[in-house]
């Protein structure tokens, strides 16, 4: 109890009060009895001084009186225990009633017979040798005829008055000693009440402090610390809303960190990276143990660790190209760079976001390609164009078999550019989403289809010898599509596979269905595909190089297959191809019922 502080300054404060008061009182009340008694016991004496001295009055110096004085002041000393003592003006004593006269010296010095010689009266406390106790002597003058003729001393023991103030001290001294083992105790436990609710409240509020922000104080000691406990609890309950709250915005936050599409890294302000979202985990393969040991530089490149460096110093936004090769795919990214900076104005983290702009990138690329390509496919005929109707403009007009010759390439090139405006103007249109939105779908009977391009394009397989087979099911082939887009679609296969096929070939148009889906297959047994170029002919302006040697003097723009992938994935099928070069190809694609 007493490692406390406040049970310590609580007995010790009831300690000095008590001892203090008990003692001041104690002293004043023993001065104040003291002082009474001695003053009543003098005035006492003085008065039975005056007695002796008015009852003897002319017999007291009278020296033929002598005995009979003797004898009444030993009668009154007897019967008031007094000493009495009859002292004439020279100090010289006439009689005393406890002593023979003989055998005392000259009074004249004693303190309370000189003052009686000079004032009304003396008083003075002496110790008596003779009793061996203090005394108090009062003496008062004597005048006969307004002579001072001598001096009336009487006087007593302090004894009783003494004895009395002693017991009084001892009481008060008792009664002290009784109030301080009463303060200690009553300081212990008062100071062990106090202290009770306040250890607890200690107790449960390390506990809050320690994170269990569940526990509450209660104390009920209708005082100013059941207030401080409710206050606590307040305190508490705040404490935990905002925590909560400030869970609540974490998660939020980390939900939509680790959600988003970009990466986002935290970099401590050596570059290393201290935290990482799913994202940049997933896009660099940023393992937990690796992360906090990585520089950003591991990602693959110094740029990104001079541009965190500069940010560190600038203390400034910054944002840079990025480009890498993920899984032998070349991705760009646009990064972010920003410092977080803390209140005393110094970098802590530096925030990083790659957002990634490859499809963008690529889109871009694809676009100028497709500009590029698109130039060059109508640079080649016009140029031709231009050159042959300047030969002829400059004489070959009248070469009639020149002519004839200049007019049927000019009129050829013309043809080629047509078709490819026309496909670009096709591709242009099914690029556009409201034009895809309005695009009508219907009931689309597949093998109507096969007939109609059979019949569209007999003139050219004729021209060709070749043989176009058409293998139907008997019942028709429904898909929900539009008649225009699949008429056009088959179209484009079937004459790609009678102008990669040399005269006298065999092209196969077979329809199929299961319980889902139509599949449609177009065979030819002609120049077929190099393997290489297999996985870029669906792309816009691709040729493959065998191609390139033209079978059809119309030849191609290298959009036709484009067009062809982008209306069966318009209408939820998909295409494939197989080829072997001098063997044949067959394009397959399906569409769901
Ligand atoms: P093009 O207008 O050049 O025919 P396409 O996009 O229709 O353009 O075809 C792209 C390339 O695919 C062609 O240049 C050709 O090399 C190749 N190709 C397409 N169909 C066949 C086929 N049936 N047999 C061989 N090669 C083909």
């Not at 031709?384 to 400059?394: A, K, M, N, V, Y």
């Not at 695009?439 to 391009?453: F, G, N, Q, R, T």
């Amino acid at each position: 109890m007493l490692k406390s502080k406040i049970s310590r300054r609580l007995i010790f404060s009831f300690l000095l009060i008590t001892i203090t008061s008990l003692s001041l009182l104690g002293m004043y009340l023993l001065q104040f009895f003291y002082n009474e008694n001695l003053k009543t016991k003098t005035e006492n004496l003085i008065i039975n001084a005056r007695t002796i001295e008015v009852s003897l009055e002319d017999a007291l110096y009278n020296p033929a009186k002598q005995d009979y004085v003797n004898n009444e002041i030993h009668k009154i000393s007897d019967a008031t225990n007094l000493r009495i003592t009859i002292i004439n003006v020279n100090g010289q004593v006439i009689a005393d009633s406890w002593e023979q006269t003989e055998e005392l010296d000259n009074h004249l010095l004693r303190q309370e017979v000189q003052d009686a010689l000079h004032k009304k009266y003396g008083t003075s406390i002496r110790y008596s040798d003779t009793i061996k106790e203090n005394m108090l002597y009062a003496a008062m003058p004597v005048y006969q005829n307004d002579e001072l003729v001598g001096i009336v001393r009487t006087a007593s023991t302090l004894y009783p008055i003494e004895n009395s103030y002693k017991h009084i001290r001892n009481t008060i001294f008792t009664a002290l000693c009784i109030t301080i083992i009463l303060a200690v105790l009553s300081g212990f436990i008062l100071a062990y009440r106090q202290i009770k609710p306040i250890r607890q409240m200690i107790e449960d509020a390390q506990k809050i402090a320690d994170g269990d922000l569940d526990r509450r104080i209660y104390i009920y000691t209708n005082d100013e610390l059941e207030v401080l406990a409710q206050t606590i609890n307040k305190l508490t309950t705040n404490l935990e809303e905002k925590i909560s709250e400030a869970d609540a915005e974490t998660r939020k936050l980390s939900l939509i960190l680790e959600n988003m599409d970009n990466g986002v890294m935290l970099l401590d302000t050596q570059g290393n990276i201290t935290t990482a979202n799913q994202r940049a985990r997933d896009l660099f393969r940023l393992t937990p143990d690796l992360m906090k040991k990585q520089s950003i530089n591991a990602i693959g490149s110094t740029l990104l660790s001079e541009t965190a460096k500069e940010v560190l110093k600038t203390m400034s936004t910054k944002s840079i190209a990025f480009k890498i090769n993920i899984n032998h795919t070349k991705k760009t990214f646009d990064v972010f760079f920003a410092p977080i900076i803390n209140s005393d104005n110094t970098v802590i983290s530096i925030l990083s976001v790659f957002h990634d702009i490859s499809v963008l990138q690529e889109m871009s690329t694809r676009q100028t390609e497709f500009v590029a390509n698109a130039s060059h496919e109508l640079a080649t005929p016009l140029t031709s164009i231009c050159g042959f109707s300047e030969t002829l403009l400059s004489g070959a007009l009248k070469d009639p078999v020149l002519c004839e010759k200049f007019i049927t390439i000019i009129h050829t090139e013309s043809e080629r550019m047509d078709r490819l405006i026309k496909d670009l103007l096709q591709l242009a249109k099914l690029d556009s989403k409201e034009y895809r939105q309005q695009i009508k779908i219907e009931s689309v009977d597949l093998k109507e289809v096969c007939l109609a391009v059979k019949l569209k394009l007999q003139a050219q397989i004729d021209r060709k010898a070749q043989n176009l087979q058409l293998n139907l099911p008997i019942e028709p082939v429904i898909v929900q599509a539009n008649t225009d887009w699949i008429m056009q679609l088959l179209m484009n296969l079937t004459e790609n596979a009678i102008k990669y096929t040399p005269e006298q070939g065999q092209i196969t148009l077979t329809c199929t269905l299961d319980q889902n889906k139509v599949f449609v297959k177009v065979k030819d047994n002609g120049l077929g595909i190099a393997p290489e170029d297999l996985p870029f002919i669906f792309e816009r302006f691709y040729r493959a190089d065998k191609s390139r040697i033209r079978l059809d003097s119309s030849g191609g723009s290298g959009i036709g297959l484009s067009l062809v992938r982008f209306i069966v994935e318009l209408f939820g099928g998909h295409i494939f191809v197989e080829s072997q070069l001098k063997v044949g190809t067959s394009f397959t694609f399906y569409l769901p019922k």
